[in-house]
């Protein structure tokens, strides 16, 4: 397992970009909310732990994991000032092939937005066989999937500002 015994709340605040003048949105699905709500606030603290303003942090909640595409590009659409989105969801392995087909589209739904965009959607979905692994992915045992989100948003937002520099 990729994550075992690493603490996805663990970086080092020496490489990541000066984020002050950054704005963020966040899509969270309201499905699995003890789950998403706590990756929602890793993604809040790391953000804030690293200087965006918190008037420039957008939220907005969807029912469910795969609405997170539609949600992500009208806000991307809405606010064209967005230096990043993360997408913030939760889908836990079930008896049926359900899992399967919500994880495949999410996932290409993202990458699609990343494609068509200019504003960078960072992927904060958790995939996991049980509850457990995702309370354990969410403020638990491995730290938080939301704070790691926040990190590589800042770090994509300097990409992208770096890039339009480079640009003209």
Same mark, same amino acid.
């Given at each position: ?88 969801? =939760? ?5 049926? *092939? $359900?899992?399967?087909?919500?994880? !495949?589209?999410?996932?290409?739904? &993202? %990458? ?21 692994? =995702? ?5 638990? *045992? $491995?730290?938080?999937?939301?704070? !790691?989100?926040?990190?590589?948003? &800042? %770090? ?13």
């Amino acid at each position: 397992m990729a994550t075992e015994g690493k603490n996805l709340s663990q970086y080092d605040k020496n490489t990541i970009p000066n984020a002050k003048d950054f704005r963020f949105g966040i899509v969270v699905s309201e499905w699995n909310e003890e789950i998403t709500q706590g990756l929602f606030q890793g993604a809040f603290d790391a953000f804030t732990e690293n200087h965006v303003q918190k008037e420039n942090i957008v939220r907005w909640s969807v029912p469910g994991s795969f609405e997170l595409i539609y949600a992500c590009k009208k806000m991307q659409q809405t606010f064209e000032m967005l230096d990043a989105v993360i997408a913030v969801g =939760s889908v836990i392995q079930g008896e049926t *092939k $359900h899992f399967d087909f919500v994880c !495949e589209g999410v996932t290409q739904g &993202i %990458k699609d937005l990343n494609i068509q965009s200019d504003i960078p959607v960072i992927f904060c979905v958790l995939t996991d066989n049980t509850y457990q692994q =995702s309370l354990d992915r969410s403020g638990g *045992k $491995h730290g938080n999937k939301g704070t !790691e989100a926040a990190i590589a948003a &800042i %770090k994509m937002a300097q990409l992208r500002k770096d890039a339009h520099f480079y640009k003209g």
